[in-house]
Each structure stands twice: as structure tokens, then as C-alpha cells.
């Protein structure tokens, strides 16, 4: 199976649209890739500070199959929340797929540095957000012997952030 380690860093994001009434803006974002499979989606922690500018610099480490990049199919989402205690609210999200990213990516070295709209339903809300992403050369894994690896290593090292997705 090819194969790419794919990081990404959510940096931050500016101008959101404050979606409380009272008390402060505690934002958090939930990131995925593919097809929303519960499993592959990761949660950064929770600014306190930033209200509608938010900072995490929080880093998720994948590892994606060739074909997520070879089709448009295949979409990174990142979609932002505000921390509540009678239930978090929506704040906006933004997507883009892939294959995109790697494009853009690719002449720079395989890293980039991008900033987005945060869009709610059909129209862009108020606010971007900033990610910087990076794309590893391409390898060929044999998968039994990549269960094998991250089995030991879990038993060695503790539970890994990376996360195997295999896509079509």
C-alpha cells in the first residue's frame, strides 16, 4: 500500500463570529479526513484566552493512503466549536480537498502555511482560519507488516497520535 505521513498544525484562527451572549468565546476545533469516520477525527484543545481569535498551535500527525491525494474525493474538514455547558454551539467550519493541499504544497517543498474562511451552511461566515500542513515522501507499506509495527510500538511507546486511513 503507498502510503504519506500528513501533518497538520491548526494555528489559529481570526474574527470569528461571537456566538455567545454571555460569558467568553472558549474555542475548539474538530478535524477529519475522508469520509468522517469517528475514529480518524481529532480535537484540539480548547482556547480559553483568544475568545473570537483563537491560537492552538495544536499539531495532528497522520498517516494517508496515495489515493487521498490523487482525487478530489477526499476532503480535509475542520469544523469549530464553542465550549458550553448546556451543549457546545457551532461556530462555522471550513473543507477543502486533499488533493488540493498536496498541489499547493508539493512545489513548496511539500509544506505550506494557508489560511481559509470559516463558512456556515452555504456562506462564508465572519472569521478565517490558519493551518500549516506538511506532506512526507511517498512510501510502500506491506500492511501486515504495519499492524505488526504499530502494535509494538503501542506496547512499547503507549497509545501513537498517528492514525492509519485508507481510502479509495
Known sequence: MECRKFEITLVSALDLKNVRRLGKM???ARVSIGSGNPEAEKRTQTDRHGETNPAWNFTMKYTIS???????NTMLVIKL???RKLGDRYIGEMHT?????FEFAKPLGGSCIL???????????????????????KVILDELL????????SEVHGPREVILICGN
Do not use: T, W
Not at 97 to 101: G, S
Not at 115 to 137: A, D, H, T, Y
Open 97 to 101: 480537498p486533499m488533493k488540493e493541499l
Open 26 to 28: 472558549k474555542v475548539y
Open 81 to 83: 466549536y464553542c465550549k
Open 146 to 153: 504495519l499492524a505488526e509495527s504499530l502494535a509494538a510500538d
Open 115 to 137: 489560511s481559509f474562511p470559516v463558512q456556515k451552511g452555504c456562506v462564508n461566515s465572519q472569521g478565517v482560519i490558519r493551518l500549516s500542513c506538511r506532506f512526507g515522501e
Open 66 to 72: 496515495e489515493s487521498m491525494i490523487q482525487h478530489y
